[in-house]
C-alpha cells in the first residue's frame, strides 16, 4: 500500500528533524496551544499505537480504548500524562522512533479496504494510515517553526491535500452549518510544481495556490491570512470554506490567528 510508505516516510522526515535535539529542546513550548516538543511527540506516539491496535482487529482496538477513553474526557495532555506517567519525552521519542517502522510495515502488508474501529465511524486501512500521516504532517509544522527549521516537503502531500478536499462538508458540519454547494474548484501547485486538481472546474467558485498552504490551513497549522498563506479563495463559498476548515475529528476548533503561528526567527 503506497500510502503506507509515505506515512513512513513522513515520520522519517521527522525523525530526522528531532534526532539532534537535547532533553531542553523536547521541552520548549510551541504555538500549538503552548504544547511542547515532546508532548507532540507523545501524542504521535499514543495514536500510531491506537492505529496499530485497530489494525489488529475490533477485540484488540476495544480493549485499548478501555484504557484510553476514560482519560480523554480530560483533554489530550492529561490523558498523555496518564499514559507515558513520567517517561521523559526524550526517551519517547525514541519509542516513537523504533515503533513507527513496524506499524508502517504492517499496514503496507494489510487489504487497503479493510474496515478498522477506531474513536468516531470506521475507517478503511488505507484511511488510517493516511490520516496518520496527516496528523504527523500537521503537528510537526509546530515542531518546524519552533525550531526555525525550513520545511522542505514532496509530493507526498497530496494525501493530506486530499483530506483537506473531502473534508470540505465535515468542516461545515462540525460548526452546525449546512455545506454549501457546488463545492468550490480546487486547485493546487504540488512541492514539484505539478498542478493537482479536485471538483468541477469552476470561475467564480475556486482556491487556488501552493499544496503546502492549502494543507496549512486545512489543518489549521496557518490562518487564510495573505500574511501567512498565498491562497486565492474566489467566491462566498470558498472563502467560508477556509475561515472555518478543519480537516480532522473532533469538536469544532478555531483557527489560530494572523501571525499566531509561524516560523521563529533564527
Not at 517502522?101 to 474513536?119: M, Y
Not at 499544496?211 to 467566491?235: K, S
Request: charged letters at 20%.
Amino acid at each position: 500500500m503506497r500510502a503506507a510508505h509515505d506515512f513512513q516516510d513522513e515520520c522519517d522526515a521527522i525523525d530526522t528533524l528531532l534526532s539532534d535535539l537535547t532533553p531542553r529542546n523536547f521541552g520548549q513550548p510551541t504555538a500549538f496551544k503552548g504544547w511542547t516538543v515532546g508532548e507532540i511527540v507523545e501524542h504521535l506516539h499514543l495514536f500510531n499505537i491506537a492505529a496499530d491496535e485497530a489494525l489488529k482487529g475490533a477485540e484488540a482496538f476495544a480493549a485499548f480504548c478501555q484504557r484510553i477513553l476514560p482519560g480523554m474526557d480530560q483533554g489530550h495532555r492529561a490523558l498523555q500524562r496518564s499514559w507515558f506517567g513520567s517517561t521523559p519525552p526524550a526517551q519517547t521519542y525514541k519509542a516513537w522512533r523504533d515503533f513507527y517502522p513496524g506499524t508502517a510495515q504492517r499496514f503496507a502488508q494489510s487489504d487497503p479496504e479493510a474496515r478498522l474501529k477506531w474513536f468516531g465511524p470506521d475507517m478503511s486501512a488505507r484511511s488510517c494510515v493516511i490520516a496518520r500521516q496527516m496528523e504527523h504532517w500537521a503537528h510537526a509544522q509546530a515542531i518546524y517553526d519552533r525550531l526555525g527549521v525550513a520545511r522542505l516537503n514532496t509530493d507526498r502531500l497530496k494525501n493530506v491535500a486530499h483530506i483537506g478536499v473531502t473534508t470540505y462538508s465535515w468542516s461545515f458540519k462540525v460548526n452546525g452549518l449546512e455545506s454549501p454547494r457546488p463545492k468550490p474548484y480546487v486547485r493546487l501547485v504540488a512541492p514539484s510544481g505539478a498542478v493537482w486538481e479536485w471538483n468541477a472546474p469552476q470561475t467564480d467558485n475556486r482556491i487556488e495556490g501552493p499544496a503546502e498552504d492549502f494543507c496549512q490551513v486545512v489543518t489549521q497549522c496557518r490562518n487564510i491570512g495573505d500574511a501567512d498563506v498565498d491562497l486565492q479563495m474566489t467566491g462566498k463559498t470558498a472563502q467560508q470554506w477556509m475561515r472555518l476548515a478543519q480537516c480532522f475529528a473532533g469538536p469544532p476548533e478555531t483557527p489560530p490567528a494572523i501571525g499566531l503561528r509561524r516560523k521563529v526567527d533564527a
